[in-house]
Structure formats: C-alpha cells, structure tokens
C-alpha cells in the first residue's frame, strides 16, 4: 500500500508507491493518455492519489470534473457533517444502489467497481472520506493547460 508522507504543517511531501502500485500508476496515465486521442474534449492526465485516509486514485477530466478510478476505496461510514448534506447523500446513495459503491461486509470500506466522473472534486472526496472535503487540498490543483 502506498505510503504518505506528510510535511509538519499537514500537507503531503512524498508518495511512495512499492513496485506493483509503481507499475499500475504508469499503466493508468498511459491508458488515461490512449483515452484522450481524438477527443475534443481536453483531459488532463495526471493520475493523483488521494491526500486522506482512504487509497484512492484519480484524474481531472478537464478543468472541473475529476474520475476517480476503480479499486478506489470510499469510506464505509459518513459523520453527521456530511449527514447534513443533502446533494452529498443522495450522491452516495445512488453509487450504492447503482453497483459503483461496493463492499463485502458492514464493516469494510467501500470499493470503486468502475471508474466514475465527478462533477468536481470536492463531491470526489466527499464521497470517499464520508465527509466534506476541499477537493483541491485533497487531490491538489489541476495541472494547468
């Protein structure tokens, strides 16, 4: 599993992947790369990794919208904060009874079946760490274009 290292202040300084994680990511870009062709819609391609307690990984497709990728892990518990969020909810519901949120017992994390597009970040990491969640300090900004 990959290991985050933090700075003092919180914000993550280095990944480190062990060698199976290392080849998965560059089998990601490059296939996020092959997507691309002939698109006119512009995706960015830079596979991120999730800055929270959850392994998970993702993309910007474009500026706003990011994917997160299948074999992501979302939590399996929500606090109240997020309970009082409504869009988030119903969000979370729908990925569980539409098959993308799985799991195999209540007290497992959630399992990404299928990569899925956000319509931003934050509902990104929302979704994944089971409360509100900057998306941009989780995942960091969009590379520019």
Not at 1 to 27: I, T, W
Not at 94 to 114: H, M, P, Q, S
Request: charged share 30%.
């Amino acid at each position: 599993m990959a290991k985050l290292n933090y700075n003092e202040d919180g914000k993550l300084r280095s990944v480190v992947l062990n060698p199976e994680e290392y080849q998965e990511y560059l089998s990601l870009k490059s296939k996020a790369s092959e997507s691309d062709k002939g698109s006119s819609e512009t995706e960015i391609k830079d596979i991120k990794i999730y800055r929270g307690r959850r392994y998970a990984k993702g993309y910007y497709k474009g500026y706003n919208l990011f994917c997160v990728l299948k074999g992501s892990k979302a939590s399996g518990s929500t606090t109240s904060s997020f309970d009082r969020s409504f869009n988030s909810v119903n969000l979370r519901e729908t990925l569980i009874k539409d098959g993308v949120l799985a799991r195999k017992t209540v007290l497992e994390d959630y399992e990404f079946t299928t990569d899925y597009v956000f319509k931003s970040p934050s509902a990104a990491a929302n979704i994944i760490d089971g409360n509100p969640r900057s998306g941009t300090s989780t995942w960091g900004f969009p590379p520019k274009t």
